[in-house]
Every structure is written in structure tokens, then in C-alpha cells.
């Protein structure tokens, strides 16, 4: 009963912007933080930033701060995580997690997990 959907994934040029969504349900999605992880071909699945469940408090691992932003519509029960200045080194599966209450860095404290959204950035 419990999921999450990635969505949004596809094929962008290098530069331009693309909006990942994260659809829930199955469970109380406003007292989970979300957050959004990828994983490039033959590579260790990373962590890229986290939103917090009460006040939409956002974490960014420094690689990417500036250029993604995380932002949550509770009433739509969806995550969003969009993209900006997108580079070919970004093509990777990305996936959504939650977790309930705060964000955490460890990616085992997780619960639940979405099947992933391939993004691949090539002109």
C-alpha cells in the first residue's frame, strides 16, 4: 500500500532545467521528511538533499546547492526537486525516500523508497 512515484525523469540538453516529482501515499506523507538520492551507471547511490516534514526545512549536500532546489506540497501529497544548469555528470536514476520526522545523511534510516526516475543530460 505504501509508495512513492517518481516522475519527470527524461532526456535534457546540457543547461537546461528539468522538475522531478515525488507522488506519495499509503501513508501520513506531512510527518515524513523526503529526500532525493541518485545513483550514476557503476557508481555508489549518493544523497542530494532532504526537506523536513513540519516547517519544510531543506538540506543540500554542497555539490549542489544553488542549482537544485527541493520544495513539498503537502496538500498534493508530492516532493518536488527541480533541477537547474543541468551537466552531462547529473545522468543518473534518481530516486525519492521518506523518512518520519527529520531529514538524516544516513540513507539506511529511510523507510520507503520510490522505483527511480532515469535523467540523462546530453546534447
Known amino acids: 500500500q505504501v509508495q512513492l512515484v517518481e516522475s519527470g525523469g527524461g532526456l535534457v540538453q546540457p543547461g537546461g532545467s528539468l522538475r522531478l516529482s515525488c507522488a506519495a501515499s499509503?501513508?501520513?506523507?506531512?510527518?515524513?521528511?523526503i529526500g532525493w538520492f541518485r545513483q550514476a551507471p557503476g557508481k555508489e547511490r549518493e544523497v542530494i538533499s532532504c526537506i523536513s516534514s513540519s516547517f519544510g526545512m531543506t538540506h543540500y549536500v554542497d555539490s549542489m546547492k544553488g542549482r537544485f532546489t527541493i520544495f513539498r506540497d503537502n496538500a498534493k501529497n508530492t516532493v518536488y526537486l527541480e533541477m537547474n544548469s543541468l551537466i552531462p555528470e547529473d545522468t543518473a536514476v534518481y530516486y525519492c525516500a521518506a523518512r518520519r520526522q527529520s531529514c538524516t545523511s544516513f540513507e539506511y534510516l529511510f523507510n520507503y523508497w520510490g522505483q527511480g526516475t532515469q535523467v540523462t543530460v546530453s546534447s
Open positions: 499509503g501513508f501520513t506523507f506531512s510527518n515524513y521528511a
